[in-house]
């Protein structure tokens, strides 16, 4: 109870709300400048990607992580603008809810209550909301953090005080003597001759609820658009429980209608009632506070609970059964209370906090995906799991959206939305590319005579099951690592994988190309022949190989071995579309050509365009051969092409050796003579990178 004596009254909820709302305001306003900022700054990024990601952590990141600081640092003193702009104030509560004058928290009381404001806004701002119903009007991290929000008398304003009047709030000490000054007040006299009607339940505290119940549909809303999965269906279903434990008093009292009147006492429900006349009424009994009341007869009892109802409406009713009640039944106290307004709502409470403790250990979906991974199909993966001799991407793992749609571990995937595939890194790019969410497959089944056609709309994320004794495991999570971050720890993956499957062809190969990076070349060209003595028709072993005789020095090897590549890839005359394996045959042969026969590198860079134009390379070695060729006009094209593709696939040593070229040209943009060192042109090419 907060002492007026001490010059200071409990603040109302519409205050606290009020104060909330500018500080929100201010946070919302700073937040919005610096991301401008922020957002002016990263234009300067050249590359695309890297901005969108950097904004994308900076709204993810960045808003939570201020409003946390800025509500941790107005909770250590006791003070908010908004607040501040009320006449608000946060104090810590000592001597049994007394509160010292000029009492202000300490940075750890303030770190508490902000905790306090985080798990309250989980349950869809439960936390806060409490604050309504609250018998101090405090919300969760009030009670965690053992403070509360007042209104200083001196400083509250006429407004505050008019507010506080016509609320009539009532601590928790005054309506425990609800029932006395019920008892002593005195009965009007023509309250005997009125009926009184009233409804056990309040249709504004149902609508607050409706509220919270809005949000729950924006999860399923949510759920449709991420597929449906267990961990967020306990979430949805915890916090509808959650939403059903508050409401549940309001809900359960507006099926019900307490009705006085000269004939006796009757409960009215939806689905029937129940009387008690006057001449069978042997007692009542109360609570303290009036929130549950009984009547009791000879034969039946009615009981029911006013706790929806304010104090007035609630001494109202005991006033016009008094008027009524015969001289020999008497008013007593009671400290009992109703099961059927109690235990559902407990119930639902307990039940919503089990879900969503189990939503967190389901784990709720944080995106879309197809969950399937897949590799070029070779003779090991032929061999275990039974599949034809043709090209497609063998289906290693699968999980989620794809399990669902029925695609299965072995499966060889031929085609994608019409597209022939012929590796995980065709497959990849296709899907990165596609700009869907829906896509159409063509698999061959192990002992299917015919292909299957199966159609998978992306959906939540799950994990697969992995399997720590199958090969696959450790070959997958060794091609997990695109960025090289952890060589060594994938290279003894590769090597349990071999370990556990001897055969396992295309293992050899991704090692042998980690042993090349790291300089190891004649353990990468052991892995070569080996991937190669397994799986001869191999194309990709076969390029890997021929980089290898490159580097040593054996273009004559290199270039059959090239020639090899090709012809097993299938590149004369096949598909062109996202082919990245044959792009990245021919990119490597005009690699090849650069340093043998620069009159060979353009037909070998145009065809890797020609299969897929998202490699920069091809691009790069074309504006150094038509300089070369003193064809300055197609240079600067193919310059400027490379210059547009995203940081991270140029590399800068090129884009200097460019540069260098390029501004030695006599040629200019207008096809005159001139001295001027920016040579950029604005002309398009008609192919460009994806």
């Known amino acids: 109870m907060i002492s007026e004596s001490e010059g200071v009254r409990q603040a109302t909820f519409l205050q606290r709300a009020g104060a909330y709302s500018i500080d929100s305001g201010i946070l919302l306003g700073l937040w919005f400048v610096a991301f401008l900022a922020a957002g002016g700054a990263l234009t300067a990024v050249e590359d695309e990607s890297t901005e969108s990601d950097l904004i994308a952590i900076f709204i993810i990141f960045f808003g939570p992580v201020s409003w946390f600081m800025y509500q941790w640092a107005c909770n250590s003193v006791g003070v908010s603008p908004g607040k501040k702009v009320l006449r608000l104030a946060v104090e810590p509560t000592t001597n049994a809810g007394r509160l010292p004058p000029r009492a202000r928290p300490r940075p750890g009381t303030g770190l508490m209550r902000t905790i306090g404001q985080v798990i309250g806004a989980v349950p869809l701002g439960l936390g806060f909301w409490w604050a309504l119903w609250d018998s101090e009007g405090r919300a969760w991290h009030d009670r965690l953090a053992g403070t509360r929000v007042v209104c200083r008398e001196s400083t509250a304003g006429v407004a505050a005080r008019v507010w506080d009047g016509l609320r009539r709030t009532r601590t928790k000490e005054q309506q425990q003597l609800a029932l006395k000054e019920a008892l002593e007040q005195e009965i009007p006299a023509t309250l005997a001759n009125a009926p009184l009607e009233i409804r056990l339940g309040r249709w504004w505290m149902v609508a607050l609820q409706l509220f919270h119940v809005v949000f729950v549909l924006d999860i399923l809303l949510l759920a449709r658009a991420l597929g449906w999965d267990w961990g967020l269906l306990a979430l949805i279903g915890g916090l509808f429980l959650l939403i059903l434990a508050g409401s549940w008093p309001e809900l359960y009292g507006l099926t019900q209608k307490i009705v006085i009147s000269a004939a006796g006492v009757s409960l009215e429900r939806l689905w029937g009632s129940k009387s008690v006349p006057w001449y069978a009424v042997t007692g009542v009994q109360a609570r303290p506070d009036l929130a549950d009341m009984r009547i009791k007869g000879f034969q039946t009892q009615l009981t029911w609970s006013s706790s929806a109802l304010s104090i007035d409406k609630r001494k109202g009713v005991l006033l016009a059964i008094r008027a009524r009640l015969p001289e020999s039944a008497r008013v007593e106290e009671w400290t009992g209370q109703q099961l059927a307004t109690f235990a559902p709502g407990a119930l639902a409470g307990a039940a919503g906090v089990t879900l969503l403790f ?35 991407c063998v289906v290693l793992r699968v999980s989620g959206a794809a399990e669902r749609a029925g695609i299965r571990q072995g499966d060889l995937m031929i085609e994608m939305d019409g597209v022939p595939i012929v590796s995980g890194a065709q497959f990849s790019i296709l899907f990165e590319n596609s700009g869907h969410d829906e896509f159409e497959f063509v698999m061959i089944r192990p002992g299917q005579p015919q292909p299957l056609t199966f159609r998978v709309k992306m959906g939540p994320t799950k994990g697969p099951r992995e399997d720590r004794s199958d090969p696959l495991f450790y070959y997958l999570r060794a091609r997990s690592d695109t960025e090289r971050e952890h060589i060594e720890r994938d290279i003894q993956d590769y090597t349990r994988a071999i370990q556990m499957a001897p055969g396992f062809d295309i293992a050899y190969m991704y090692r042998g190309e980690l042993y090349q990076e790291r300089g190891d070349l004649e353990a990468a060209r052991a892995d070569y022949l080996r991937a190669i003595e397994l799986s001869p028709d191999l194309g990709v072993a076969h390029r890997w190989l021929a980089t290898l005789d490159q580097e040593e020095g054996d273009t004559a090897s290199a270039l059959r071995r090239f020639e090899s590549g090709i012809a097993l890839d299938k590149c004369e005359g096949g598909f062109t579309r996202y082919n990245i394996e044959c792009a990245e045959d021919y990119l490597l042969l005009a690699g090849f050509y650069t340093g043998t026969d620069i009159e060979k590198v353009r037909p070998a860079a145009e065809r890797s365009i020609e299969f897929y134009s998202g490699f920069a390379e091809p691009y790069y070695q074309l504006a150094v051969v038509h300089y070369f060729l003193d064809e300055d006009l197609e240079a600067r094209r193919y310059a400027e092409t490379y210059y547009h593709f995203p940081q991270h696939d140029v590399e800068p040593e090129k884009v200097a050796a460019l540069e260098a070229l390029l501004e030695e040209s006599s040629f200019n943009c207008d096809g005159a003579l001139e001295d001027a060192p920016h040579w950029h042109c604005p002309i398009p090419l008609e192919t460009s990178p994806p």
């Open 358 to 392: 189990a939503s967190s250990l389901l784990g709720v979906p944080a995106g879309k995906a197809l969950g399937m991974r897949c590799s070029v199909a070779s003779a090991y993966s032929r061999e275990r799991f039974d599949l034809p001799n043709e090209q497609g």
